[in-house]
């Protein structure tokens, strides 16, 4: 178990529809990162939050935002969902902003666009 | 530009013997980090072994050790000893900086190990 817990851990939805995933990082753990697990597009950094504040974007699509709260929890919203949409989502936590320290990841949230 | 590879889709591997995983990475920083994580069935990706640029020995974590040649730019992971339970994704990532003065993890496409009774 690495700590970090997300929920739900499976999502189906149609297309149009918007959805948030879930993300609380193992404690003390300042920084979140999401990423997107595709087929196609293998392990994609999306963007990282840091004691609350966006710290690097990456390949996000405009229709997804992410914001940490202030107990450190992250919520990834994802909106006006395509088929493409459709992967396992990751949260993963570190303690700082990720100077050569691992991450931890969660067990991911599998979306289905359908 | 690809910063990491992995040029094995598939391996498969005898129950007790050894594996080699390749990884080699494309990188100007002086300064970086090579991460090997497994993803098994389940989907969940865990830590395996950690080598630092600067780190002057090969990292090793029980049964996983990294053989780490700078000048050839390659991160290799073996696993010693191989089990069933070593069935699994296995991913070679580096850490990269960003703009806003942080680091994320930039993955490769990943290994498939399969080990066989």
């Excluded at chain 1, 990423?35 to 990282?48: A, E, K, R």
């Excluded at chain 2, 390749?22 to 970086?32: F, R």
């Excluded at chain 2, 990292?59 to 010693?80: C, D, M, P, W």
């Excluded at chain 2, 339970?85 to 993890?105: H, I, N, P, V, W």
């Amino acid at each position: 178990d690495s700590g970090v817990t997300q929920t739900p851990k499976h999502l189906i939805t149609a297309t149009g529809q918007r959805v948030t995933l879930r993300c609380s990082p193992r404690s003390g753990d300042l920084s979140v990162y999401w990423y997107q697990q595709s087929l196609d597009q293998g392990l994609q950094f999306l963007i990282q939050y840091y004691n609350g504040e966006e710290r690097a974007k990456g390949n996000i699509l405009e229709r997804f935002s992410a914001q940490q709260f202030p107990d450190l929890h992250s919520e990834l919203n994802l909106s006006s969902l395509e088929l493409g949409d459709s992967a396992l989502y990751f949260c993963a936590s570190s303690a700082t902003r990720g100077n050569n320290e691992k991450l931890f990841f969660g067990s991911g949230t599998q979306l289905s666009v359908l | 530009a690809q910063k990491i590879t992995q040029t094995q889709p598939g391996m498969f591997v005898q129950e007790k013997e050894a594996v080699t995983l390749d990884c080699t990475y494309d990188t100007s920083d002086p300064s970086y980090g090579l991460f090997w994580y497994k993803q098994p069935s389940s989907g969940e990706m865990i830590f395996l072994i950690y080598q630092g640029s600067y780190d002057q020995q090969n990292a090793t974590e029980g049964r996983y050790s990294l053989n780490f040649q700078k000048a050839r730019k390659s991160a290799n992971l073996v696993i010693s000893a191989s089990q069933l339970g070593d069935s699994a994704m296995y991913f070679c990532a580096m850490r990269e900086s960003t703009q806003g003065g942080s680091e994320k993890l930039v993955f490769g496409k990943g290994t498939k190990l399969t080990v066989n009774p």
